[in-house]
């Protein structure tokens, strides 16, 4: 399997997590680095992807066949969104993290579950477009951290330095009827593992873990009015310019 390559800039110009730390070439290159090995063992254990992730000295530092995730301050189009990742006009995919709606660097809030949650989410599904169906009627997005969005856990770098990547869910998640265990965590019994109570089920949390579910009707699965988030996002309603709000708007416009 071909690697795909992600590029990390730094576009903060100063702007700091809310507990003041300052985002530069090392703390990227860590999350790098427990981003990847994150990818490339339990994930790609699972699911089979790879990827390679540098840091980049700029803006015009984007090689060829490269994915940019950009570290900014805010999203000035998307108020009070915290990162998304999206396809371009190209069809090439991007991400972007507003630095300023984390707590801190690389903690369970912090840049590196953001830059974690969105990478191994376009591994899952590059083009946020498609979804599971439970066989009961009901589409699940097919996203691969939401429905345990809030557990994270640590990575450690050669440095030493832990770097806390989100939780993510297993195949038998996505299959009705499919025993456990659904997330890694649960199967790798971390700590602080709380499981969805079944297939295509979102995980208890308080203030997060989430999933986007819409109602099929007939055999070509057309979509119906009522498409919703199931649980409460972490970090507010999906703007425009989310994954979450752009499945949302692509469903009303089937249905």
Not at 57 to 72: H, K, L, R, T
Not at 141 to 168: F, I, P, R
């Amino acid at each position: 399997m071909n690697s795909v390559k992600w590029v990390l800039i730094d576009d903060t110009k100063g702007a700091t997590p809310q507990d003041g730390s300052k985002l530069s070439a090392t703390v990227l290159g860590n999350i790098a680095e427990a981003v990847s090995g994150q990818v490339n063992k339990e994930f790609a254990a699972e699911w089979g992807a790879q990827v390679s992730i540098r840091v980049g000295a700029s803006a015009n530092d984007i090689q060829p066949g490269e994915w940019a995730y950009g570290f900014v301050s805010t999203l000035p189009d998307a108020p009070g969104a915290s990162a998304y990742h999206d396809i371009n006009n190209k069809g090439v995919p991007f991400a972007l993290c507003a630095v300023t709606t984390c707590g801190d660097l690389y903690g369970p809030n912090g840049v590196s579950v953001d830059a974690s949650h969105e990478i191994l989410e376009t591994a899952g599904d590059q083009g946020a477009n498609l979804f599971a169906n439970d066989n009961n009627g009901l589409l699940h997005a097919l996203e691969m951290c939401d429905a345990v969005e809030v557990q994270t856990y640590g990575k450690k770098c050669k440095d030493g330095t832990v770097v806390q990547v989100s939780n993510w869910l297993m195949r038998a998640w996505f299959i009705p009827g499919a025993s456990g265990p659904f997330d890694y965590m649960s199967f790798a019994k971390i700590s602080g593992a709380v499981a969805p109570p079944g297939p295509l089920q979102t995980a208890p949390g308080h203030g997060g873990n989430y999933q986007i579910i819409s109602k099929a009707s007939g055999s070509k699965q057309v979509f119906a009015a009522a498409n919703h988030i199931q649980g409460t996002r972490r970090k507010g309603i999906p703007n425009w310019s989310s994954r979450a709000a752009r499945r949302l708007e692509m469903m009303k416009q089937m249905a």
